[in-house]
């Protein structure tokens, strides 16, 4: 046997007709194939492309949306911290300012209260004098009418005589101080 005649026999390899009609199958199946699917599948895998694009463009914007309101919330927290930070400073000077005023009101009422007690002491001072000069006088009166003998009676004469007598004291005493 030769080696043509035993290829031609086997059933592993086709006859020519089998090869030849197998060959033009393939190409009217690919031809339609090729005409009828591959535009499909372009149209598919393009719409595919562009839906992934579009995708891809609405994740890009939506980062930059994103990234300005970002920006935005971050100016608007420096705004509030300035805000804070006046609100703070304000809050400062008006307690340093209601300090003042409270210690402006306590030295005036300090004041006023040390006038009024000089005031009273002034005045109790006055009182004490007369009353002392009443007290001297009825003494002095009363001793001068013991040394004289005669009483001193008359009130207008006896306050002359007591008042006389104590200016001439006070003269002294101011004499002596100075």
């Known amino acids: 046997m030769s080696l043509a005649a035993s290829l031609t026999t086997t059933p592993i390899w086709p006859s020519s007709a ?11 199946v690919f031809g339609i194939l090729g005409r009828l699917l591959v535009p499909r599948i372009t149209h ?3 719409e595919r492309e562009d839906a992934i694009q579009g995708g ?5 914007e939506a980062q930059a949306e994103a990234q300005a309101v970002l920006a935005q919330y971050r100016a608007q927290l420096e705004d509030a911290k300035h805000e804070a930070a006046r ?11 209601i300090i003042a005023e409270m210690r402006e009101r306590a ?13 009273q002491i002034e005045a109790e001072r006055q ?11 009825s003494l002095a009166t009363e001793l001068a ?15 002359r005589l007591v008042d006389r007598f104590l200016d001439g004291l006070e003269a002294q005493t101011d004499g002596v101080r100075q």
């Open 18 to 28: 089998e090869l030849v009609l197998g060959l033009v199958c393939f190409v009217v």
């Open 44 to 46: 598919t895998l393009n």
């Open 56 to 60: 891809i463009n609405r994740a890009d």
């Open 87 to 97: 609100m703070r400073e304000e809050a400062r000077e008006q307690g340093a300012q």
């Open 107 to 119: 030295e005036a009422e300090g004041r006023r209260i040390t006038e009024a007690a000089q005031s």
């Open 127 to 137: 009182q004490a004098l007369i009353s002392l000069r009443a007290e001297v006088g």
């Open 145 to 159: 009418s013991r040394i004289v003998g005669e009483s001193l009676t008359d009130h207008v004469r006896q306050s």
